[in-house]
């Protein structure tokens, strides 16, 4: 999911405080997989995507905000190629393929 970081909130708070509000997960953050700008000329829209590697650590996952998240799953990388996945979600998918590694802690 994402969502915005407030004001003087470091990036990795706001990672798991909307991770937790929108999906009821906690987490703990590992290596930053990319930060990736998304540009879309037609809606003259650009927002910046910080992606990292997390590691699901207690919760039990919901969806908070049906709107805008209609399924929480676990999916193999072979089930993953087959999901309606966003713009981001694929660079996401190609750039984890290409840097595999662990969930390293900070």
């Known amino acids: ?15 798991t405080r909307i991770i ?21 000329e037609g809606e003259a829209d650009h927002w910046v995507s910080t992606t990292y590697v997390c590691r699901w650590v207690g919760g039990t996952p919901s969806i908070s905000i049906p709107e805008e998240c209609d399924q929480i799953g676990w999916y193999s990388a072979d089930a993953i ?26």
């Not at 970081?5 to 990795?12: I, K």
């Not at 929108?22 to 540009?39: F, M, N, Q, S, T």
């Open 20 to 40: 937790a509000e929108k999906c009821a997960l906690d987490i703990e953050i590992g290596r930053a997989l990319g930060v990736y700008d998304v540009i879309d």
């Open 1 to 15: 999911p994402g969502g915005s970081v407030n004001l003087l909130e470091p990036r990795e708070n706001a990672v």
């Open 81 to 106: 190629g087959t999901l309606d996945l966003s713009r981001i979600s694929k660079r996401n998918m190609k750039d984890l393929k290409s840097k595999p590694g662990p969930v390293a802690a900070k």
